[in-house]
């Protein structure tokens, strides 16, 4: 095939333009709507077409210039090229035709995405690459489909401020660490005033590591706590300053004190700290509490939306999978003063399922589950036949299964929100209310 020209339509889920060669549909990577672009083919399948830009003939007005010198490399960020207006408008578009075809969802059910109130320097958690080699130390992001590390010498513009300063800390004491190729990643992670970082080392000089970091601490002053950690989650251990995040919560009611909840460094947080309460504002709408409910929250996490929303009814039963989370959420119950919350250790589905068979009942479930979805577990969720469902998503394909298999069992979505959590990337997140029909 020669080299080919279009014109880009629309962008897709995954985070590629779309155009149509001959008649075929074509994903072309790094291009923006409205683009005149020569393009080469890539690959050609039976039903679409994959292509890279060899020239823009004529650039679209909705392109902008990325500001980090190694977008369209990284594999992290895919729309830094694209005015932020149009990459809200596409996410709506992609939410709305992937509940459209996976649950028969109309358009008219989804609102407008909620805009970030950052668009960049928005990102509380970054997980960053190492390599030791001959061009010394590099410190960043894998390439896009390799593992090479593109080495981020000026910080992540997506992540918050003080990211950027403790890796740039990082970079200077780890210039003299005798084991550079034994630290193959470094997660940062900030609470509301505080920035922790886990170094994962493959090593076997444990108690070296340890005393190197212990004392080059003062050398680190963006980092309230060093972890170290030598691959599962359960090797994590404290080696200086604080051992928690904390982060507030709006309360209920005007006159009361915010929710300080705290998670421990590798349990599930939001990424974007804003965007967190603007989805607990969503579900306070959606639930609208009358104070006599009982709340099942599934995949509870550290109780990041239902212990803010205790007050609002008469129970809070939540259920995760992963310990550490449970016993955050059992200690901010502590913290917060909340008695009529319990936070049990245990697979959803299953936790689910026995909750059913013991004729337990609650008026309202909200779920946040992995991207893989909650298939699993839905069959207990209707056992437990709640009012409403309130559907916290990261991933709109696996959302539009599960309230596929939702509708079957007399389940409605009465309304779906997406929320821009991740700008600059394809990536969202969504609010969705489920009733029974």
Request: hydrophobic letters at 40%; proline letters at 6%; a neutral charge.
């Amino acid at each position: 095939m020669s080299s080919p020209v279009a014109i880009i339509d629309k962008l897709a889920f995954g985070g590629n333009g779309v155009c149509r060669i001959d008649g075929k549909v074509c994903f072309v990577p790094l291009s923006c709507p409205g683009d005149e672009v020569r393009l080469a083919v890539t690959s050609e399948k039976r039903s679409y077409l994959t292509a890279r830009i060899t020239e823009i003939i004529t650039p679209s007005p909705l392109r902008v210039i990325p500001p980090c010198p190694l977008f369209g490399s990284c594999g992290g960020c895919n729309w830094q090229h694209i005015a932020y207006s149009h990459q809200l408008a596409a996410k709506r578009n992609i939410h709305a035709e992937t509940l459209w075809r996976g649950a028969r969802v109309e358009s008219e059910r989804v609102g407008e995405a909620i805009p970030s109130p950052q668009e960049y320097g928005y990102r509380n958690r970054v997980q960053f690459k190492l390599h030791a080699g001959a061009a010394g130390l590099q410190i960043g992001f894998f390439r896009n489909g390799t593992h090479f590390v593109e080495d981020a010498a000026q910080g992540c513009p997506i992540a918050l401020p003080v990211i950027n300063g403790a890796l740039s800390s990082l970079r200077s004491v780890l210039a003299s660490f005798p084991e550079p190729d034994a630290i193959s990643r470094i997660n940062i992670e900030c609470g509301a005033r505080e920035a922790v970082a886990t170094i994962n080392y493959s090593g076997n000089n444990h108690d070296a590591v340890a005393r190197f970091f212990r004392e080059r601490f003062l050398e680190l002053p963006a980092l309230s706590g060093i972890f170290l950690q030598g691959g599962h989650k359960s090797s994590l251990q404290k080696l200086c300053g604080d051992g928690y995040l904390a982060y507030p919560m709006p309360a209920a009611a005007p006159d009361s004190p915010p929710t300080t909840l705290t998670f421990r460094p590798g349990g599930f947080s939001q990424v974007n700290s804003a965007q967190n309460l603007a989805i607990l504002a969503l579900v306070r709408r959606m639930a609208a509490f009358g104070g006599h409910e009982h709340l099942l929250d599934l995949y509870c996490g550290n109780g990041n939306f239902s212990l803010p929303l205790a007050q609002c009814v008469t129970s809070v039963t939540g259920l995760e999978g992963y310990g550490d989370s449970i016993s955050a959420a059992q200690d901010n119950c502590r913290l917060n003063g909340v008695s009529n919350a319990e936070y049990v250790c245990v697979d959803v589905a299953a936790g689910v399922a026995r909750l059913a068979a013991a004729g337990r009942r609650f008026s309202t479930i909200i779920l946040d589950p992995p991207r893989t979805g909650a298939a699993d577990a839905l069959p207990g969720i209707c056992r437990l036949n709640p009012d409403r469902i309130i559907y916290i998503s990261c991933d709109s394909s696996t959302l539009a299964r599960d309230c596929g298999l939702l509708a079957g069992q007399g389940y409605c979505v009465a309304e779906s929100v997406p929320l821009d959590m991740f700008p600059q990337t394809f990536h969202m997140e969504s609010v969705t209310l489920l009733r029974r029909s």
